[in-house]
């Protein structure tokens, strides 16, 4: 299997198990930085994991 350098909206989402409005709300809020080619965006592998990671290890209460 091959590990793409980026992703698009949709696939960081299932990438990340997260959805593409929250993708979309992380570039939004400045949490995920993305790169443009015209008006495709692309974020990297390492911009997605290190957010993830940014994730709490508990449920809020």
């Not at 198990?17 to 995920?32: H, N, P, T, Y």
Request: charged share 30%.
């Amino acid at each position: 299997m091959m590990n793409p350098y980026a992703f698009n909206v949709d696939d960081a989402a299932t990438y990340t198990g997260q959805s593409v409005w929250a993708i979309r709300e992380a570039i939004r809020k400045g949490d995920l930085t993305p790169s443009y080619k015209g008006t495709k965006v692309t974020i990297k592998r390492e911009e997605l994991e290190a957010w993830v990671d940014s994730f709490p290890a508990e449920k809020a209460a």
